[in-house]
């Protein structure tokens, strides 16, 4: 059997394993093994055993649990409300106040954990009611929560930028510096379009009442210090990755103990926090260790198979000029994003990707930035965007799905004229980079 093809083979049956609904970390295994005993018979088995421990042998795989027991630490102290309080003094008395603050928060909620799915469900507990309350229109108030939710994707430590440093073998720490500037560039995309539907239709977002923006000045320096431990944390981290003092696993130790002291600081570290957290991180992280260990596997195999060289080699000889292959990889992103998990598309598609962008000049930074501006895409995407199934899970009963994904269709458009500018205008991700590099 040639490797054209078992590569059909292989898409047939992901896809129809896909379609029974069997776990893509299941699939992936199944494949992987599969694949070794047609192709190399009992022998090869030992193959598929030395890709897994290679991998799981990462010592950056650390940095992911240690990032998300730091958010759901972060989350159940209460850092986050009082985050959102303190906010209010500098948008409360924008046109959309309320959903400027939201997404104003989530940026720095996205550089303090990374992690999106806790965002989304603590703003969706926090903001959503007040902005019903005040009259806010359904989906302006929807699209804000699940977009400014999923910023974690771009902003630094993204989980997500982790990953794809593992799998492409480039630099996280220069990963985490390039996401900066697209991640605010698209934070301020979000904003200007509140603001902007806000002005033209102030019914769509009423303003506070003004007994809650006149707060005495004793009160708003209370306020104030719901800033103090969200910015310490952010500095504890990135700032120990940036000064060359720690590297991104040990940045990440330094933010679950800067989570646990943040807690203690605020009379919240209790033994039952901390074993929900560690509950909850030993929940996200198997879903994230499984999926690795199937599609590692998998991948380890085909590439031996000559599978990789060969898609590799199809891709880069398509008759079209580099940019218009890269537009070629973003559209099967982009289409991949609407029916799989991130973290299966990262692991599947760039062992294959990463090689044909670096034979065609381009660099492999700018490409994770624009491969993470397109998983942000994925977050919201029907039909299985999980922003929609984060936030429903919390919404008030009469918010439907239908609704929801509805909402979130200017907010995709952004995400899209982002991923444009990333496209045309390469040093948005590249200059906070090349920077570094002296």
Known sequence: MGIETATILIVVVMLGFMFLGVPLAWTTMILAVGCTLLWFGPMGLPLVASRVYGFVNEYVLVAIPLFVFMACVLERSGVARDLFDAMRLFAGRLPGGVAVQTTLVAVVMAAMTGIIGGEIVLLGLLALPQMLRLGYDRKLAIGTICAGGSLG?????????????????VSIGELFLGGVL?????ASFYI???IVRAILNPALAPRLPDEQLDVPLRDKLALLKGLILPILIIIWVLGSIYGGIASV????????????LAAAVRGELTMALVVEALQRTMTTVGVIIWLTLGANAFIGIYNVMGGTRYLSGAIAGLPLEPWQIILV????????????????ITLLTMPIFVPVVVSLGYDPVWFGILFCMNMQCSYLTPPFGPAAFYLKSVAPPDISLQTIFGALLPFIAMQLVALGFLLLFPQLALWLPSIARG
């Open 192 to 194: 200007t379009y509140i």
């Open 153 to 169: 994707t771009m902003i630094p430590p993204s989980v997500v930028l982790i990953v794809y440093g593992l799998t492409a073998g």
């Open 249 to 260: 696993t040990e940045a990440a130790g330094v933010g679950a103990v800067g989570a646990l």
């Open 329 to 344: 990889m973003m559209l099967i992103l982009f289409v991949l994003g609407m029916v799989l998990d991130w973290i299966g």
């Open 182 to 186: 697209p991640g605010l560039m698209l």
